[in-house]
């Protein structure tokens, strides 16, 4: 904002802007900042009106203690610092909701508590517009909001200056601190006071988890050396260390599960026993033991021994890994997946693993369609041929194409057609012919295709699919990168033992949007399997677009919102802009800067209706 500004002009500029006026003579420039107008079209996206005061209220908040650890202290010494002066602090948690407020003279925190600015509220920007808080979280750096700035009316008589407390390890969001004082009482000096309480508040986060890091190796090592034998992993949130036997015995998933079976037990107790089912439907007797000092907990300590009465009676020596490898077997035979949507992809499959009928895939790219398509002929006809073809290179020679169709259907077994939806043109009314004859040595024809609807050159030729199947984006499903990963991972460490993605890694990964599907989680595994160097996948060896999951992804994210209204009216219109643009009462130019933005590829749109 232009600080020189008649207060009137910008009002009227503002009201101007909000009722989506978005022309500005030739040459000007508005008087606010891209910022500013970015947040407030996210506001308006979620139709939100500038004029509402409802602020989301939670009494009962959890105090994250790993967050207040670091800022307490810094807290602390800047409220004695500013007392009772023109300006208070707050503290909010990583969903935005405020956990503390200090300082301030009287007649600002009475103002402070008239526009719902305490401890308790939550000023995540989809609730209560642009403000130093929430905006702050979208926008992943310090934001300032001044006066009109603010989208809500009710809060405009103040200046907030917000920024995210980043964990310096994990590069994940832990919270923000801002600073708000009356428009009148603003001081040039209280961003830099803000920036460098927060460099504080990090750097003492870094020392905290060193000092948790060093507690557990030191636990580690010391239940290592008493037996040999037991199975022991030593975590918290961010760092596993495991004996050759744990990591013989677990996957990544299981790493997660026995995190959370301990933080449920234990409760406020130190130790805890009981019996764990594995993934691999082995059971151990675990005994969890809490890790900290009078600071705090550091992490968990588990021993583990194969159950009594487990499935598979107790483990003989190299049991592990027969049992792993049987286990191994066993998964690949399985469509992989826990949730929801992979439970149904797999019930769908198995219906039609005898059915003899063209069967026609579809999903986005990259969802793994030929994966299921080959899963399904080693199901029912393994030791008979499988021929790939794929219709992109129809174009080049469509006869000798065709003639390999052809010979695969003659050949037997399972043809698999890919993108079918990019015939060339000319050969639909062959292929089409081809597909009304059944095949005389039982050939089961799959073809896979982004979508059935709309227009594809292949014209008719979809008709004559009687059976379809979806693909689920990875996105509906990422819960099941826990059991994606290993295989992922496996396919680049042929002979080493391959590392596994650290339990806050797989969190991670699992919110983020994943475009491009189990390829481009495959593509990013490979690259941090590289990285890593044989060590457990952590944050830092994902490429750097891939560390923080609530940028991309998350229901609290308002750029979510955005993409995914976006990416529905592109959907419907089939990928005309101008369409999508009216059908979002939206200027094609708008929408082309918003898909640059949120980073949709028009090349790459889906088919879908997005959740
Ligand atoms: N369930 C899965 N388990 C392990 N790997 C998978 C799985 N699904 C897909 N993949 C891997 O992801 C990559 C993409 O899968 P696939 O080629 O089957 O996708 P697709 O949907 O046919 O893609 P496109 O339509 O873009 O050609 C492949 O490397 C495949 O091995």
């Known amino acids: 904002m232009h600080p020189d500004q008649p ?32 947040s407030w079209r996210r506001c308006q996206m979620v139709g939100m009106a500038p004029s509402s005061e409802d602020v989301p209220y939670r009494p009962e908040f959890e105090r994250p203690n790993r967050l207040l650890r670091a800022a307490g202290p810094v807290i602390d010494r800047l409220a004695e610092q500013m007392g009772s002066g023109p300006a208070s602090i707050l503290l909010a948690d990583s969903e935005a909701q405020i ?94 006071l803000v920036l460098a309480a927060v460099r504080e508040i990090e750097s003492r986060m870094y020392a905290d988890a060193s000092r948790r890091e060093q507690m557990l190796l030191e636990r580690f090592l ?6 040999s034998s037991t199975a022991v992993l030593s975590l918290n949130e961010d760092v596993v260390m495991a004996t050759t036997a744990a990591s013989a015995l677990l996957d990544m998933s299981d790493q997660a599960s026995l995190w959370e079976w301990a933080c449920r037990m234990l409760g406020t107790g130190d130790e805890c026993v009981g019996d764990v089912a594995l993934s691999g ?3 151990v007797d675990a ?21 009594a009465r487990s499935a598979r009676g107790s483990a003989p020596a190299g049991g592990h890994r027969v049992r792993r490898a049987r286990r191994a077997a066993a998964r690949s035979d399985v469509l992989p997946g826990r949730s929801v949507a992979a439970g149904r992809l797999r019930d769908e499959v198995e219906v039609v693993v005898d059915d003899e009928r063209p069967l026609l895939l579809c999903g986005e790219p990259g969802t793994g369609k030929l994966f299921v398509a080959t899963h399904l002929h080693r199901k029912r006809r393994h030791q ?20 390999r169709l052809v010979s695969g259907i003659d ?43 709309g227009d594809s050159p292949a014209g008719r030729t979809l008709d004559h699919f009687p059976v379809s199947i979806t693909v689920p984006p990875l996105r509906y499903r990422g819960e099941d990168i826990a059991d994606l990963a290993p295989r992922l991972i496996g396919a680049h460490t042929a002979r080493r033992p391959a590392p596994r993605l650290l339990p806050s890694t797989l969190r991670t990964l699992s919110g983020l949007d994943w475009p491009g599907n189990v390829r481009e989680l495959g593509a990013v595994l490979a690259t941090a399997v590289t990285r890593s160097l044989g060590s457990d996948i952590a944050h830092e060896h994902l490429p750097a677009e891939y560390r923080d999951s ?62």
């Open 384 to 403: 008979d041929p499988l021929t790939v073809l794929d219709a992109r290179t129809s174009p080049d020679d469509p006869g000798a194409w065709f003639d």
């Open 550 to 611: 609530s940028n991309r992804s998350g229901p609290a994210s308002l750029q979510r919102a955005e993409r995914d209204i976006l990416l529905e009216a592109l959907a419907e219109t089939h990928g005309n802009k101008l369409a999508a643009a009216e059908r979002l009462g939206i200027a094609r130019s708008t929408l082309y800067r918003k898909m640059r933005i949120l980073g949709i590829d028009e090349n790459r749109l889906p088919t879908f209706r997005p959740r």
């Open 281 to 283: 439907g082995v059971v």
């Open 287 to 307: 005994r969890a033991t809490r890790i900290g000092d009078r600071d705090g907990t550091a992490g968990v300590l588990v021993e583990m021994r194969p159950a």
């Open 7 to 38: 207060a009137t002009a910008l009002r009227t500029e503002r009201e101007r802007t909000l009722d989506g006026d978005t022309a500005l003579p030739v040459g000007t420039r508005s008087a606010f900042r891209d910022d500013i107008l970015t």
């Open 222 to 227: 010391r239940a290592g050396r008493r037996s």
């Open 411 to 453: 050949g037997g077994g399972t043809v698999v057609v890919r993108h079918l939806d990019q015939l060339a043109p000319e050969m639909a009314g062959r292929v089409e012919a081809l597909l009304e004859t059944p095949a005389r040595t039982g050939a089961r024809i799959v073809a896979t295709v982004r979508t059935r609807d």
């Open 99 to 192: 956990i503390d407020r200090r300082a301030g003279i009287r007649a600002l925190e009475e103002a402070l508590d008239r526009a719902m600015v305490a401890p308790g509220f939550h000023y995540a920007e989809e609730y209560t517009g642009t403000n130093g808080i929430g905006s702050a979280l979208e926008a992943r750096k310090p934001f300032v909001v001044s006066g009109s700035e603010h989208y809500r009316e009710n809060l405009q008589e103040f200046t907030c200056i917000g920024s995210p407390l980043r964990h310096p390890i994990s590069g994940v969001v832990e919270g923000v601190l801002d600073v708000t004082s009356r428009v009148s009482d603003t001081q040039e000096l209280m961003k830099p």
